[in-house]
């Protein structure tokens, strides 16, 4: 039989954080901070609006863009927070998660060999998605000492002619960090200078622990040159439900809304009427729940220096990367021992690129009394090393 | 400390009166003097009106039984409701007594150690009062959830261990 897989499939590297899922799965009492989703249950009054529309049978595709009602709210959403319209006729569009706007995003602007730019540690997946759209990834190394922050320095040194898309990954999973207004202004001129397209994928948007959150969409010739990525799993506590969405300019959404409709269809419809319901009465959810993931942030933060363990300030998303250079270990000869000498999973910083070596990720978004149980094992783990 | 912050600590401390003003201090992201000046602060102000402990005398030999009790009255010129209402929560097994709208005017909630006794402090001293025009009581037959944590269910991770 021939070998039916495609190479440029094969050729993708497995996800490194499935290697330590499979270790993990197999110790039923390790305590784990290494998820990548909110802890508490999406608010009943949304799930309630998931329920209430299956009751009336509202259980046939939407339009391919997504309810026009849900369109509207982002619309909406989006130009409160930022002061961006977008036209939900035709510059939204509903989609299967963040995940699915940042794959359709990318096929619907590469061309062979067309450089990406992607700032590291971050996501898993714009490495591979520009993979696949046969697009070359060329990543940007992120460093701790501008607390993970991209610099126009940085950015600079990166671009070729051949750059095309900059991948904007902030609030960031697996740092943390953040890019305040000062920091998006000081790269906004080279994102001009090298012609740049700017995919910013602000899914952690909602939770940002320092002043208002802020998009590089707020810059001045920016939005004509910027999808914008966001969705519900992060800021309502809605993963499972699979929603996101992408805002941009018409001519680049009508060209992801073609794939989105082959591949995809649509967003699914329950989803959509719940989402609805987030958008208009969820506001007050979301400000309890942020409350909630900073106390443990600065719980978190007050035990590293006890620790004594270094550590940069994140002030965004619901994770903390502290560096475990000291020890001598490797990240996931740390992480891998942490887990067999005292039960407690960590995410190995190199499982969100090279640059996360010397680091590991650890979630917040557990219950503090799990927090303090998880940091106790570290203090133990750590005073013995 | 800005009223922000200030809603914060009642928050946590709704679900957590025993947590200690050090870690108070950390989670708020302030100095555990300004913590404890607060709280005294609010003290006074009546604000904090008590630090109590949700328990399910359910689970231990000394079960109770609870009711709630909506009682009809007549109020008083130029004293409303007041009065009566200080005739009612006076008694140390009324856990509760709210003013409320609808179809009656006052809400009872009492604790007893069997029905019986429930039944003997309604007989007996609340509708005997002169203004107490009607009382309907209702048993509790099961407390699902109290003060906004739930009695019956225990938490449980449902989610993947790692995950990106």
Not at chain 1, 235 to 247: H, I, K
Not at chain 1, 328 to 346: D, H, I, K, N
Not at chain 2, 73 to 84: E, L, S, Y
Request: one cysteine or more; glycine letters at 6%; hydrophobic letters at 40%.
């Amino acid at each position: 039989m021939r070998n039916f897989l495609s190479s440029k499939v094969t050729a993708l590297k497995p996800s490194g954080i499935r290697k330590f899922f499979d270790i993990v799965s197999e110790m039923p009492d390790a305590i784990s901070l290494g998820v990548g989703e909110p802890d508490f249950d999406t608010p009943w009054h949304v799930r309630e609006e998931g329920i209430y529309s299956l009751e009336k049978g509202r259980t046939f595709y939407t339009s391919n863009s997504g309810l026009m009602e849900l369109r509207q709210e982002i619309s909406s959403y989006v130009n409160r927070n930022f002061g961006q319209k977008y036209d939900p006729a035709d510059e939204v569009l509903i989609t299967v998660g963040g995940s699915e706007a940042i794959d359709l995003a990318l096929r619907a602007v590469l061309e062979p060999g067309d450089e990406v730019l992607i700032p590291q540690p971050s996501y898993v997946s714009y490495e591979p998605c520009t993979l696949l759209a046969d697009g070359k990834p060329v990543i940007i190394d992120l460093k701790e000492e501008n607390e993970f922050r991209l610099t126009a320095e940085e950015l600079e040194a990166a671009c070729t002619p051949k750059s095309k898309v900059l991948v904007l990954p902030f609030p960031n999973n697996p740092t943390g960090a953040i890019m305040e207004m000062k920091d998006l202004e000081a790269i906004a001129p080279i994102i001009e200078k090298h012609d740049l397209l700017v995919l910013t994928d602000e899914i952690y948007s909602a939770l940002t622990y320092k002043g208002e959150a802020c998009s590089i969409i707020q810059l001045p010739g920016m939005r004509e040159r910027t999808i914008y990525i966001n969705g519900f799993s992060k800021a309502y506590a809605m993963t499972g439900w699979r929603l996101g969405y992408a805002c941009g300019p018409s001519e680049i959404m009508n060209e992801m809304r073609k794939i989105h409709q082959y591949a995809i269809m649509c967003a699914p419809t329950t989803s959509q009427y719940a989402a609805v319901d987030a958008l208009r009465n969820g506001d007050e959810d979301v400000k309890l729940m942020r409350e909630q993931y900073n106390e443990r942030r600065r719980f978190l933060m007050d035990a590293f220096r006890k620790m004594n363990m270094s550590c940069f300030t994140p002030y965004g998303a619901f994770y903390v990367f502290p560096s475990v250079k000291k020890y001598g270990m490797s990240s996931e000869e740390f992480a891998t021992r942490f887990l067999q000498e005292q039960q407690v999973a960590v995410v190995p910083g190199t499982a969100f690129g090279d640059s996360g070596e010397g680091y590991i990720r650890i979630s917040y978004a557990y219950a503090l009394e799990n927090l303090k149980e998880a940091i106790g094992r570290m203090e133990t783990f750590v005073s013995g090393l | 400390m800005t009223m922000d912050v200030r809603e914060e600590l009642l928050r946590i401390l709704e679900k957590n009166s025993r947590i200690d003003t050090g870690e108070l201090a950390v989670l708020l992201g302030a100095t555990e003097v300004d913590v404890v000046n607060e709280m005294a602060q609010m003290e006074k102000e009546g604000i904090i009106c008590g630090y109590a402990t949700v328990i399910d005398w359910e689970k231990t030999s000394n079960a109770r039984v609870s009711a709630l009790i909506e009682v009809r009255v007549t109020p008083q010129r130029g004293k409303g409701f007041d009065d009566i209402a200080e005739r009612i929560y006076k008694y140390p097994e009324v856990t509760s007594l709210y003013l409320i709208s609808g179809g009656c005017d006052l809400m009872v909630t009492i604790d007893g150690r069997s029905m019986k006794e429930i039944a003997y402090f309604v007989s007996d001293k609340l509708s005997t009062l002169d203004e107490v025009v009607n009382c309907t009581t209702q048993f509790i037959l099961k407390k699902y959830k109290d003060h906004g944590t739930v009695l019956t269910r225990k938490y449980e991770d449902k989610r993947e261990k790692v995950t990106p």
